[in-house]
């Protein structure tokens, strides 16, 4: 199902922020896109964000709404990383983790996580195309699913 | 059926459709406000977590009086040029770049060359099961400074390093490092156990990041970031500023 499959995506992503929002904001902070105070709050907005988004897909309601709003945000993430790696920094995504600081030494997967990223986003695509799916709040307040 | 009946079948039809459309319509409108509304108050939760984080470290913090660079670092040496060293006594690549570097670092303090800065900071609580061994470690490090000691600790926690992905070491085992320094007096145990300046380290980590360090080690010559941090670079760095 990939309305559940995406939902699980933000819960996870949005659940392991969330316990050290400080490390979060430092992750946001390593992209240095804008300056640490607003960094600080981006990162600790973003994982309740996350997590709102995850359960609103879990139970289904204006799926093709959150399924839209998925998008955006994988595609600013994507930018994000796109940015980082052209400008050569040598960081860890944060995509799953407090990431932010990679160890010299460590070599950054940007590949892999914008590949990662697009799978992401050709979920919510398909949801935003298709958003009326089984066992989703929606079906049950439109009546029935076409 | 006459013409008549199926005209107003018709009819009935369409008006049903119709109000069956409008219900969806006031059904989406509804939801989708409905997630608008939920996702700004997550992101006002957030925040709002953030803030109280932030003003229980302010209230907790105490800054040890040794340190300098506005209460971040631990100094050695006098020397014209300074050597900033931010480390997470977590951090394996720190470990071995004190053992790479740190005669170097010693010999730069002991010819009046460099004074090096010590930046103990926190970023890989995340790898000590929830012990936060990283801000336990850079708080031990103060508590170390205040007793004078700040150099032989230092020291002793990188020979100590525990694996990452373990506890880390317990509050006694740090406690023993530091009687093993010369910290024999109740003011370092009662500052590891009474986690005096854990609100320090949080506080630190947190200047560290925005003056731009991203991982550690980070090692900075008068203010301009190593690409590498080697012993090497490091003395070219110096030769050429100083």
């Given at each position: 199902?990939?309305?559940?499959?995406?939902?699980?995506?933000?819960?996870?992503?949005?659940?392991?922020?969330?316990?050290?929002?400080?490390?979060?904001?430092?992750?946001?902070?390593?992209?240095r896109l804008m300056p640490y105070d607003a960094a600080k709050i981006v990162g600790a907005v973003q994982p309740?964000?996350?997590?709102?988004?995850g359960l609103l897909l879990l139970v289904g309601l204006a799926v093709r709404l959150s399924a839209g709003i998925s998008a955006?945000?994988?595609?600013?993430?994507?930018?994000?990383?796109?940015?980082a790696w052209a400008r050569g920094l040598q960081i860890d995504c944060g995509c799953f983790s407090q990431g932010g600081a990679l160890a010299a030494g460590q070599t950054p997967e940007y590949a892999r996580e914008i590949a990662r990223d697009a799978g992401f986003l050709v979920l919510a695509a398909m949801l935003l195309c298709k958003p009326r799916t089984r066992f989703s709040l929606d079906g049950l307040l439109l009546g029935g699913h076409r | 059926m006459s013409k008549g009946a199926k005209e107003r079948a018709a009819v009935r039809r369409i008006v049903a459709d119709q109000k069956a459309r409008e219900k969806r319509r006031a059904v989406t409108l509804w939801t989708s406000t409905s997630v608008i509304i939920v996702l700004v108050i997550a992101g006002l939760i957030g925040w709002a977590v953030l803030s109280g984080q932030e003003t229980d470290n302010a209230e907790k913090l105490t800054t040890p009086p040794a340190?300098?660079?506005?209460?971040?670092?631990?100094?050695?040496?006098?020397?014209?040029?300074?050597?900033?060293?931010?480390?997470?006594?977590?951090?394996?690549?720190?470990?071995a770049f004190e053992s790479a570097s740190g005669d170097a670092l010693q010999q730069l303090v002991a010819?009046?060359?460099?004074?090096?800065r010590?930046?103990?900071?926190?970023?890989?609580?995340?790898a000590s099961n929830g012990?936060?061994?990283?801000?336990?470690s850079a708080a031990a490090a103060a508590a170390a400074a205040e007793g004078g000691r700040f150099a032989e600790y230092h020291r002793a926690l990188f020979a100590n390093q525990p694996t990452e992905g373990s506890d880390g070491l317990d509050d006694a085992k740090l406690i023993q490092l530091g009687e093993s320094v010369g910290l024999t007096g109740t003011a370092f145990a009662d500052a590891i156990t009474g986690k005096t300046y854990?609100?320090?380290?949080?506080?630190v980590t947190g200047e560290a990041s925005a003056r731009g360090v991203t991982g550690t080690p980070t090692v900075m010559v008068n203010g301009s970031k190593l690409d590498e941090p080697t012993a090497a670079a490091v003395e070219q760095a110096v030769a050429a500023a100083g």
């Open positions: 199902m990939t309305r559940l499959a995406l939902a699980v995506v933000w819960i996870v992503a949005g659940g392991q922020k969330m316990t050290d929002l400080a490390a979060s904001g430092r992750a946001v902070n390593a992209y309740f964000l996350e997590i709102a988004l955006v945000l994988l595609l600013i993430f994507m930018a994000g990383i796109v940015s | 340190a300098v660079d506005g209460g971040t670092a631990f100094a050695a040496g006098d020397g014209p040029v300074e050597i900033d060293i931010y480390e997470d006594f977590m951090c394996p690549v720190c470990r010819r009046h060359k460099a004074t090096v010590y930046h103990p900071i926190a970023i890989l609580d995340r012990t936060r061994y990283s801000t336990r854990w609100a320090w380290a949080t506080t």
